[in-house]
Structures are given as structure tokens and as C-alpha cells.
């Protein structure tokens, strides 16, 4: 199997800084290039201004993702990134403590306050069936609109205006099924029923209405 992807951003540095630029493929965990197990890749990144290449340096973050840092000055700055992908990878393994971070709430995928939606939506599934039922309820209810949404938008304010850009469809599918599978899970008793197990009872007073 065969597979592309390019990328070209256009920027206008207003001073002197320091680009973070997460365009480019995964290489395997070990941190070692692209060379994942089961996969060939050919790429081309390039980054500069006014015609002038600008040195970049490669840094690797969590699960073999490649981060490239460029110092920039004042001006536009273009990035051009290509790849071709031949092969098929196998599934990544999975630890413990990835299955506590990916499933905790973040900045984009808020999925504590989606947390009843979660349970209404996909109490009972699990798996793959929750996934499929993600993937369904997430498309049936955005509409793709280029330029409708900010770069701070989460998946909250994407929902409540039902449109948005591909990444607005990641941030909203993968709060709903981390939503979801929380919904898994016992919950705690409420507040107020806790509260009223530990309260002292007090006897309800009739009411009174005018005049009567």
C-alpha cells in the first residue's frame, strides 16, 4: 500500500522566533528517523524566506513524533513538506499509562464537560462498536466548513456550532469517545445524594398560600 501527504504553510513571522513545526510522519518509538517496522518512507521538508533555506533541527516528542525547530527573523516564512509511504505498520503497543493519558481530559477534547453527552449517546458500547458509533454521530451532526472555526476552538465549541475544519472533526470524535468510554464506568453517587444520606432530617413544613 501506498500513501501521500504534503503540506505548505505560509507564515508571516512578525519578529525574530522560534518555529515548532509538527508536519512530518512518525518514526518508530525508539526515536530513529522514519524507519518504522513495516513501513518505507521517502520525504522532503523544507523551510525558508525570501528564497534563503533555513536550518532546521529534528527533536522527537512521545510515540515517535517528530518535531523540526527553525530560528526565523522578521518576514514571511514558507514551509513545504512531501512524503510517500509504502508498507503497512503494525498496531503500536499500548501501556498502562497510555490508557490514563489518552483517556483524561485536555485543552482541545474536553471531555469532562462531554461527559453526560457521552453517557446518553453511547452508554453500552464499547470497542469497536463505540468507535463506529463516534465516527456516525460526529459526522451526522458537523458540517465541514472551511475557515469556520479559531485555532483555540475545542471540541465544546465545535459541537455547539456543528461545523468545522478536519481537525475540528479529531477534537470532537476523540472527546466523544473518550465521553464514551467513561461512561463505561460507575459513577459516583451524586452530591446531593450524599449529602442527604450524611444530613440530619428535617421535617417538611406545609405550605401556606396567600390568604388561605
Do not use: N
Not at 527533536?59 to 513538506?81: C, K, S
Not at 451524586?190 to 406545609?206: K, L, Q, T
Request: charged share 20%; net charge positive; hydrophobic share 40%.
Amino acid at each position: 500500500m501506498k500513501r501521500t501527504a504534503s503540506a505548505h504553510l505560509a507564515l508571516e513571522a512578525l519578529a525574530p522566533a522560534r518555529l515548532v513545526v509538527s508536519v512530518a510522519v512518525a518514526a518508530d518509538a525508539g526515536g530513529s528517523g522514519v524507519a518504522v517496522p513495516g513501513l518505507t518512507a521517502v520525504e522532503r521538508l523544507s523551510i525558508g524566506q525570501a528564497g534563503v533555506p533555513v536550518a532546521v533541527r529534528e527533536i522527537f516528542d512521545q510515540h515517535g513524533t517528530r518535531l523540526h525547530l527553525a530560528d526565523v527573523q522578521a518576514g514571511p516564512v514558507d514551509v513545504e513538506y512531501h512524503v510517500e509511504v509504502t508498507g503497512q505498520a503494525a498496531p503500536a503497543s499500548v501501556s498502562e499509562v497510555d490508557l490514563i493519558r489518552y483517556l483524561r481530559p485536555s485543552r482541545y477534547c474536553e471531555s469532562d464537560r462531554l461527559g453526560p453527552t457521552g453517557q446518553a449517546e453511547f452508554s453500552g458500547l464499547a470497542g469497536l462498536d463505540l468507535l463506529a458509533g463516534v465516527s456516525s454521530w460526529v459526522g451526522s451532526r458537523l458540517a465541514y466548513v472551511p475557515g469556520a472555526s479559531l485555532p483555540t476552538d475545542g471540541a465544546v465549541r465545535t459541537l455547539l456550532a456543528r461545523q468545522g475544519v478536519c481537525r475540528d472533526y479529531a477534537h470532537a470524535s476523540e472527546s466523544a469517545v473518550r465521553a464514551g468510554f467513561g461512561s463505561l464506568r460507575p459513577r459516583p453517587r451524586s452530591r446531593a445524594r450524599r449529602a442527604e444520606w450524611g444530613a440530619p432530617r428535617v421535617p417538611a413544613r406545609p405550605c401556606r398560600r396567600p390568604g388561605g
